[in-house]
């Protein structure tokens, strides 16, 4: 694993509250209670500050699952 | 519980704090019998104020209290307080944050408008901004008997009128400050609500940082990660000073910490203190230290030296600022640390758990620290000329409200140092007690008295039969109820006036007086004025017709001094109740108590 994984699966699992093992890409927001309107701006604004980067609120809105949010910080992240 | 906390103690960040405290809600933790350590507490106020809440939350229980926590709606403050049957009221409150935001009051147009606002107009808005806050204030004050902490407003950075703004009568910063001044005023003769300081927390942080402009936008969450935690430790020190969790003393070692150098080698002129550097930064050190010594803190000295070297520094060094009369007790021998303090603690009569240990030496802070986990062990700076900013930035003195006994302590601990030379002098206790000219004075407590004697209520440990807490309203409660009573003692004798350093609770059931709360200052322990005090309360039972006198006495961990009161003075039948409650009984036909004879008791 990389860096970059360690430190977002560190994020999610505290954000979320449960094991960094039991964090997969298919953990959608609709079905995971911990996972409400005021943890997912922390969620967010974590991500942002520990990555240095900004989600337009489109994209915030959009991020449904963790895939999504690793697809998005992909995007992201590439030079 | 435990495990949440530690992680929290590793790493105090925002997430963490959180983190943890969602974890903990998802306990659903009970709380515990002893109601003393509950700090129930709301957060309300005109923004989302979760992250606020958790972090004030997660830090009080830091402390060691148990914290059940309400978070109001997004800006729903004004129905909550209003509705009568809200969450808000659910619970009877002890500590109730009103977090307020000046611009959502405002007109959406004031900051575009205001350059064009006339001085009136200006004026006429800053008092119904003022007017507003405080009639919320003043509504939740009669509603609950709740702690208040309402924040005050944060001067603007940024003005349209530029560099310029204070030269007009009412610039946008003069608005605000205008307002800041106006609250305080206001509010300063209340002993309920608290105006915290904001602007002032803000500006120490960095104004330009305390909001982060995305999750404001996206969530109106009003403060930054990083300046949350920080608003959250403003205002853990009112509940720490509201819950008697204060220090009262600061021990002191002395080479590389008062002064620089050693002076048992370096000799007097070669230690470090003058007015110049190296030897300012120690000054200023012990201008800090002189300031809160003035403000009633407790000040001892712990060094390993030959004494005499030691003293020399205090009696004959021109820039030395601390005198030994600023020393309720010194201990400057060769013995180990934590046995001195333990003395010191012994000597000037209180718990080491209202200790402060200053020292230079991590090897002496590591050894006092092992021994007395309960003492505040600084992590002193390496170097010297952050000694002051440190003791400035401890923020462990906070008492609700500061009396004309915090400011005269100093003195009474010298008068203290006195009359423990004439006790050792004397043949007899009898003999000494004589020689004091002790005088007592016993009254129902007057307004005048009534902030002293919430503050004895709130920190008194050792001698205290009950350890009950009453806050400002429960006590003027008790004083307006005709089935009760509160009574303060000041004692005087030839080497000083200790004020008010005693409290009784008396709650009348038919023929019987009920000793509810019966309390000293550890000051005056030693001098059997509680025997004038029972007496007292004797006398006046007698006089309304009451048959029995009945005490309690709730052991403690502190409060052992305590444990023999009623049965010294001759209560009897003790039975103890299944929470631990033990009741004395003074029969009044039988029994009764006598005003010590050299005591001279002052009845009004």
Redesign the interface.
């Known amino acids: 694993m990389t860096d970059f994984d360690n430190k977002l699966l560190d994020?999610l699992s505290?954000?979320f509250?449960i094991d960094q093992g039991e964090i997969t890409d298919n953990l959608k927001r609709k079905d995971f209670e911990?996972w409400d309107?005021?943890?997912h701006?922390?969620l967010?604004?974590?991500i942002?500050?520990e990555f240095e980067i900004?989600f337009e609120?489109e994209e915030?809105v959009d991020i449904w699952t963790v895939g999504d949010l690793k697809k998005i910080l992909n995007q992201k992240m590439s030079p | 519980m435990n495990e949440i906390l530690e992680s929290v103690r590793k790493d105090p960040s925002y997430l963490s704090l959180w983190s943890a405290y969602k974890k903990i809600q998802d306990l659903d933790l009970k709380a515990p019998e002893d109601d003393t350590n509950t700090v129930r507490l709301a957060v309300i106020g005109s923004t989302t104020l979760e992250p606020l809440a958790a972090c004030v939350d997660i830090k009080t229980r830091l402390e060691g209290f148990h914290v059940e926590t309400f978070v109001g709606g997004f800006n729903t403050y004004r129905q909550e307080i209003l509705n009568k049957s809200s969450d808000l009221y659910k619970v009877k409150r002890d500590v109730i944050i009103l977090s307020i935001d000046a611009w959502s009051i405002l007109d959406k147009m004031f900051l575009s408008n205001f350059v064009r606002m006339s001085e009136k107009d200006r004026q006429a808005t800053q008092k119904e901004l003022v007017e507003d806050i405080l009639s919320i204030v003043s509504n939740l004050e009669s509603t609950t008997s709740a702690l208040v902490l309402v924040n005050n407003l944060v001067v603007p950075v940024f003005t349209p009128l530029g560099v310029v703004d204070n030269k007009q009568k009412i610039g946008l910063r003069r608005f605000f400050e205008g307002a800041n001044i106006l609250l305080a005023e206001k509010l300063e003769k209340n002993s309920r609500i608290f105006l915290v300081d904001l602007d002032a927390v803000a500006g120490a942080f960095g104004k330009t940082r305390i909001t982060n402009w995305n999750t404001w936008y996206r969530g109106s969450i009003p403060f930054s990660d990083e300046f949350t935690p920080i608003l959250a430790d403003e205002y853990v020190r009112y509940i720490r000073a509201m819950k008697g969790r204060t220090k009262k003393c600061i021990v002191v070692d002395l080479d590389n910490t008062l002064w620089g150098g050693i002076i048992g080698e370096d000799g007097i002129e070669g230690i470090k203190l003058g007015n110049t550097s190296p030897g300012i930064e120690y000054v200023e050190f012990q201008r800090s230290l002189l300031s809160l010594y003035n403000r009633g803190i407790i000040l001892a000295v712990c060094s390993k030296n030959n004494p005499d070297d030691a003293l020399r520094v205090f009696r004959e060094h021109p820039s030395q600022v601390l005198k030994e009369d600023h020393f309720a007790a010194m201990r400057i021998n060769w013995q180990n640390k934590a046995a001195n303090i333990e003395e010191l603690a012994k000597e000037i009569n209180i718990g080491l758990d209202s200790m402060v240990f200053l020292d230079d030496n991590p090897v002496e802070r590591a050894q006092v620290s092992q021994v007395h986990p309960e003492i505040l062990v600084v992590d002193m700076p390496k170097n010297p000329r952050l000694y002051r900013e440190m003791i400035e930035s401890l923020n462990v003195f906070d008492v609700l409200s500061i009396t004309s006994e915090d400011i005269a302590r100093g003195e009474m601990y010298v008068g203290k140092r006195k009359r423990t030379e004439l006790e050792r002098s004397a043949t007899s206790i009898e003999d000494f007690l004589r020689t004091l000219d002790l005088k007592v004075r016993i009254k129902e407590v007057s307004d005048f008295d009534t902030p002293r004697v919430v503050q004895l209520i709130g920190k008194t440990n050792q001698f205290n039969l009950t350890t009950r807490r009453y806050s400002d309203v429960e006590v003027s409660n008790y004083r307006k109820s005709s089935d009760a009573a509160v009574y303060s003692m000041t004692v005087h004798d030839k080497f000083g006036d200790e004020g008010v350093v005693g409290v009784a609770i008396v709650k009348k059931k038919g023929g019987d007086w009920w000793i509810d709360s019966l309390l000293m200052s550890c000051r005056v322990i030693g001098r059997s004025v509680e025997t004038a005090f029972l007496a007292k309360i004797v006398a006046d039972a007698r006089k309304a017709k009451a048959t029995r006198i009945i005490g309690e006495y709730v052991p403690t961990k502190k409060n052992p001094p305590a444990a023999d009161l009623y049965e010294r003075h001759g209560f009897g039948m003790p039975t103890t109740s299944d929470a631990g409650v033990t009741s004395w009984i003074l029969n009044l036909d039988e029994q009764t108590i006598d005003v010590p004879e050299w005591i001279e008791l002052i009845e009004e």
Do not use: G, K, Q
């Open positions: 994020i505290r954000v509250r911990p309107s005021m943890a701006l922390m967010i604004s974590e942002e500050n900004f609120d915030v």
